[in-house]
């Protein structure tokens, strides 16, 4: 209730959805580096009422939120090979999205939550897929001898951005939702990786490494007006709050990845409270 009061008086102080009524998927870490385990959990997107989704004996990777319901995706590594998952929130169902020739990662929904885009690695070479979760169709959109992955559709669901090493480093490409007319965005130095579309369209964020800092940054749609928001020794995975004011991602320290938040001015710089160890957030629609 106390978040709802909270998004009715920010709405009415901004003229904007508020983001307090929402939660975070994240993966969950404890343990040393030798022996780290990696669960699926969520918690309000203060860092309240954790819970965890998964047991720990599978490396889960890369969470993500569907935009239209209580559903998550994500990749789980076991030894004998990796899969992405469905897991329905409301009735805790899991289904597998089926078996892949090569491993697969990095999956994300579409807008209207009816498609799924990932990475599929063979033989060294990696490309894009999506799959229809109704027909189960798949299509393969980059064909590229590189590496091509972290997909994210635009809020229309016509484009999507992704980072490719086509050109010799980690950059920033838009193509259309079915694969056609890839052109590149980034040309500064840096290494660029994770892009996420912003909610409202008007922005991508990613993560940039330049020298041995990792940064957090927000561009236009086109590749123009780059910010850098954050920086440090590790800052990655940004996920954008559902009005696309605010972004979450992880940052490593002396005490392992903890969970940071800032704004889209870079002013507003704060820690998540939650105690353990945690990366890989995703932000969820606001509930009903």
């Given amino acids: 209730m106390a978040h709802k009061i909270s998004d009715a008086v920010y709405e009415r102080l901004t ?18 580096r030798a022996s780290r385990t990696k669960r699926l959990a969520i918690m309000d997107q203060d860092g309240a009422n954790p819970s965890y989704l998964t047991d720990g004996s599978a490396i889960v990777m890369t969470p993500r939120f569907s935009s239209t319901s209580q559903e998550i995706t994500y990749m789980a590594l076991r030894p004998e090979g990796s899969a992405i998952y469905l897991f329905n ?24 939550g009816g498609r799924v ?11 894009i897929y999506v799959m229809d979760l109704r027909s189960r169709a798949l299509a393969r959109l980059t064909a590229d001898p590189s590496i091509d992955t972290s997909p ?15 050109s010799g480093s980690p950059q920033l490409y838009v193509m259309g939702a079915d694969g056609s007319n890839p052109r590149r965005i ?9 892009p996420v579309w912003s909610p409202t369209g008007e922005f991508i964020a990613f993560t940039k490494q330049t020298g041995s800092q990792f940064q957090i940054g927000v561009m236009r749609a086109d590749g123009g007006d780059e910010r850098i928001l954050t920086a440090s020794a590790m800052d990655e995975g940004p996920t954008w709050a559902p009005n696309g004011r605010v972004l979450m991602f992880s940052r490593e320290g002396g005490g392992g990845s903890k969970l940071w938040s800032v704004d889209v001015t870079g002013r507003i710089l704060q820690p998540t409270p939650y105690p353990g160890g945690a990366s890989d957030p995703a932000w969820s629609p606001l509930l009903n």
């Fill in 89 to 112: 929130l409301e009735t805790g169902r899991r289904e597998s999205l089926g078996d892949f020739k090569g491993m697969v990662f990095a999956p994300r929904f579409s807008p209207d």
């Fill in 152 to 166: 994210s559709f635009s809020p229309d669901g016509s484009r999507i951005v992704f980072n490719s090493d086509r």
């Fill in 186 to 194: 980034t040309f500064s130095q840096g290494r660029y990786t994770t």
């Fill in 117 to 127: 885009a990932f990475s599929v690695e063979r033989g060294g070479n990696s490309d």
């Fill in 15 to 32: 003229g904007e959805k508020g983001y307090f009524d929402t939660r975070v998927v994240f993966v969950a870490e404890s343990g040393g």
